[in-house]
């Protein structure tokens, strides 16, 4: 469960707390491995997340890198550090039911973004439902306190 | 302390007709609208969950229905300020004859000794009730409180929330738009605070009221009387509002405002008197819909005595304590306390420095 500490001094803390799910109904999943290089990555979760194609490893989609990250796989389903010179093995879901809200990129990408080898691209959110994936909308009710 | 002449002069040569003890009680209005809780713990927790206004959408029949979600909410834990006020009844007291005490022991000066001891209690606590008055003032006005190490507590209130237009149309002169004022922080109160109340209670100094009176709005538009006014409406939680006074209301767009006038001062650790309220804001908040917390921590206390005795931790307003001290020959009585105020609907308070 998130949880995201506004203020915290001697006399007073105040958490703001989301409990909302990733993954809500017939997922499927894969494994991977993800190397880290020259520096750390974050494997948050709801991260879109490609394959290199030489490798075979997993990484972060980035839409303007063509080492093969072009091509989505799935979407992390926790947040893990990879420390940078290591390898940690990943869970992604790449089918199921999972809320459009919780999806996230490295970057400025967007469900909107296009994604693939050039000539033949399509947006990434479209990727995804081809995966196996029912991105579902919804509405929020609640909201966090001023802190 | 040396001897006296009037000691000297003992008591077949004296008669003291009367003692007048003054005891200046703490104000409690603003306080008054804070709902007192208890509890053993010393951090005082407590959730809140915001909700906004989103309407349905209407959708083709046949797929699935709007997916809504609750999932969003904060956690706040506060550990209250601590209050220890002590005194001593020492033994040597027995040889000063203080104030209006008989040098005979006997009944009825023992009973004044405990009655003199219940009024010692009831002065160091006022002692906490104007702390509490203040906490109550702080968050009403700025939401923050400052402890005396210099920490404090910020309840985070929006900075919409706490506006200053004495520089730019100051209520000292007649043609500033107070009703564009009020409108303002009422729009806050509704859009931010999401409480439709249409009824507002004011606080204000009398610089601030005066100031009012001399505007343009007041002579043209403003209601100003007290008639009709029921005081069962007004939605304040029960208590004895001394300190304030309901002035009147005026109808201010399509909304009402009663204005209590409250100039309370106390006086601080230097020695100065100083006003809980600062003198050139109002406080505006809906009648209705407002819940404010003063939560008590609990405090150390020890039960039993000699080899029975034992630490614990109570819970209430005020916990007694009192015990000997040998070295000092001394019997010390003490009252604890952990009040913090809460502004629990804390978008729902509005303050306005309107004067220079």
Same mark, same amino acid.
């Given at each position: 469960? /998130? ?49 290199? +194609?030489?490798? *075979? ?11 093969? =990250? ?16 290591? =390898? ?10 999972? /809320? ?6 490295? *970057?400025?990408?967007?469900?909107? #973004? ?17 995966? *196996? ?15 | ?82 209050? &220890? ?57 700025? *939401? ?6 210099? #920490? ?40 931010? +605070?999401? &409480? ?19 505007? =343009? ?5 403003? &209601? ?13 939680? &029960? ?40 003198? #050139? ?5 809906? =009648? ?11 405090? /150390? ?49 509005? #303050? ?5």
């Amino acid at each position: 469960m /998130p949880q995201t500490v506004k203020v915290s001094n001697s006399n007073q803390i105040f958490v703001d707390n989301d409990i909302s799910q990733l993954l809500l109904g017939n997922n499927r999943f894969i494994k991977g491995d993800v190397t880290a290089s020259g520096a750390d990555v974050e494997m948050v979760e709801g991260l879109v997340v490609s394959r290199i +194609g030489a490798t *075979g490893k997993l990484k972060p989609f980035v839409a303007t890198v063509v080492d093969g =990250t072009e091509y989505i796989v799935g979407v992390a389903i926790r947040t893990i550090s990879v420390l940078d010179g290591t =390898t940690v093995s990943v869970d992604l879901v790449n089918g199921g039911r999972i /809320p459009e809200s919780k999806i996230n990129f490295l *970057g400025a990408e967007t469900l909107a #973004t296009l994604a693939g080898v050039t000539g033949s691209q399509r947006m990434v959110k479209d990727i995804l439902e081809d995966l *196996g994936l029912d991105l579902l909308g919804g509405v929020e009710l609640t909201e966090v306190d001023n802190s | 302390m040396s001897i006296t002449q009037e000691q000297l002069r003992g008591l077949v040569t004296k008669t003291y007709l009367k003692k007048y003890d003054e005891i200046v009680g703490a104000p409690s209005f603003l306080q008054s609208m804070f709902v007192k809780t208890f509890s053993v713990a010393k951090e005082i927790h407590f959730e809140v969950r915001r909700g906004n206004e989103t309407i349905s959408v209407d959708i083709s029949r046949g797929v699935e229905g709007t997916r809504n979600t609750f999932s969003k909410s904060s956690e706040k834990a506060i550990i209250p300020p601590y209050y &220890n006020e002590t005194f001593e009844s020492t033994a040597l007291e027995g040889y000063n004859r203080v104030f209006g005490e008989s040098a005979e022991v006997n009944g009825t000066n023992m009973g004044n000794l405990a009655s003199n001891i219940a009024y010692k209690y009831l002065t160091v606590e006022d002692k906490v009730r104007r702390a509490r008055e203040l906490q109550a003032a702080n968050v009403l006005e700025d *939401g923050i409180l400052t402890l005396s190490d210099g #920490t404090i507590i910020d309840y985070k209130r929006k900075a919409n929330s706490k506006r200053d237009t004495s520089g730019s149309a100051p209520w000292s002169t007649a043609a500033s738009d107070v009703a564009a004022q009020i409108l303002q922080d009422i729009e806050f109160i509704r859009t931010e +605070g999401k &409480n439709g109340a249409k009824t507002f209670n004011m606080i204000a100094s009398t610089k601030v009221i005066l100031a009012l009176q001399g505007t =343009t709005f007041f002579t043209n538009k403003a &209601n100003f009387n007290t008639d009709n006014v029921n005081l069962v409406d007004f939605g304040f939680p &029960n208590g004895t509002p001394y300190g304030a006074t309901l002035v009147g209301k005026f109808v201010v767009g399509t909304n009402i405002v009663f204005i209590w006038g409250y100039d309370e001062t106390y006086t601080n650790a230097a020695g100065a008197t100083v006003k809980y309220l600062d003198e #050139t804001k109002y406080i505006l908040m809906p =009648t209705t819909g407002v819940r404010l917390e003063m939560a008590h921590g609990g405090v /150390p206390a020890v039960t039993g005595s000699g080899d029975n005795a034992m630490p614990v931790i109570k819970k209430g307003e005020f916990v007694r304590m009192d015990y000997m001290d040998f070295r000092k020959k001394a019997r010390v009585f003490e009252t604890s306390s952990a009040p913090v105020a809460i502004p629990v609907t804390v978008d729902m308070i509005v #303050t306005r420095k309107v004067l220079v």
